[in-house]
């Protein structure tokens, strides 16, 4: 089946439906940014994604009458802010040897209006489950991005204090997805 084509099948009333598919993030291309602010200077950490989604998809936009399903996981080893210190601060604080990734389910999807879908999701991180909403949008390739803000003090961190330093709980979280069909 050829890119971002769709599985129609006749529904009970003769209309079309848009057939749920299952697609995998290319996790060669894929990419989540994590960019808080300090006193001093802004932190942005990049690292990997991996996981699939499911959803019905037609020329770009989701079925608005079916939900999306997906698992994202992001390891905290590859996470890279540039700066080698503030990464093994991370490292540290979060003791990525017993928390080694942070993990996102979506559990439901509330909204769907043409290529943006409003979901809600658990986000597990440090042995804390934590329900939180953002929203997605999928581009051509089809590539499946979003944008959201968590508080880290939610999975039980304070951020950094440390003489003039000064570093805001509030993170913004960035993904980049492209995804791949799978039969």
Not at 4 to 11: E, G, K, L, T, Y
Not at 38 to 60: F, K, N
Not at 172 to 181: G, H, Q, S
């Given at each position: 089946?050829?890119?971002?084509s769709?599985?129609?099948?006749?529904?009970?009333e003769?209309?079309?439906?848009?057939?749920?598919?299952r697609?995998?993030i290319?996790?060669?291309?894929?990419?989540?940014?994590?960019?808080?602010?300090?006193?001093?200077?802004?932190?942005?950490?990049?690292?990997?994604?991996?996981?699939?989604?499911?959803?019905a998809?037609?020329?770009?936009?989701?079925?608005?009458?079916?939900?999306?399903?997906?698992?994202?996981?992001?390891?905290?080893?590859?996470?890279?802010?540039?700066?080698?210190?503030?990464?093994?601060?991370?490292?540290?604080?979060?003791?990525?040897?017993?928390?080694?990734?942070?993990?996102?389910h979506?559990?439901?999807?509330?909204r769907?209006?043409?290529?943006?879908?409003?979901?809600?999701?658990?986000?597990?991180?440090?042995?804390?489950?934590?329900?939180?909403e953002?929203?997605v949008?999928?581009?051509?390739?089809?590539?499946?991005?979003?944008?959201?803000?968590?508080?880290?003090?939610?999975?039980?961190?304070?951020?950094?204090?440390?003489?003039?330093?000064?570093v805001?709980?509030?993170?913004?979280v960035?993904?980049?997805?492209?995804?791949?069909?799978?039969?």
């Amino acid at each position: 089946m050829a890119p971002n084509s769709a599985r129609v099948h006749p529904n009970t009333e003769g209309r079309c439906a848009v057939q749920a598919q299952r697609f995998e993030i290319d996790e060669t291309t894929a990419s989540v940014v994590f960019s808080a602010s300090s006193s001093v200077h802004p932190i942005r950490s990049v690292g990997s994604v991996s996981g699939w989604i499911r959803g019905a998809v037609r020329d770009d936009t989701f079925a608005d009458d079916q939900a999306l399903e997906g698992h994202l996981k992001v390891p905290l080893s590859g996470l890279s802010s540039g700066n080698p210190l503030i990464d093994r601060e991370l490292k540290r604080r979060v003791d990525s040897g017993l928390h080694p990734a942070i993990s996102a389910h979506i559990e439901e999807t509330l909204r769907v209006d043409g290529n943006r879908a409003t979901i809600t999701g658990t986000i597990e991180f440090l042995a804390v489950s934590t329900l939180v909403e953002g929203e997605v949008v999928l581009l051509p390739g089809p590539r499946l991005v979003g944008t959201g803000e968590v508080d880290v003090r939610w999975w039980g961190l304070e951020p950094p204090r440390l003489l003039m330093l000064r570093v805001d709980p509030i993170v913004t979280v960035e993904i980049d997805a492209l995804l791949i069909e799978q039969p």
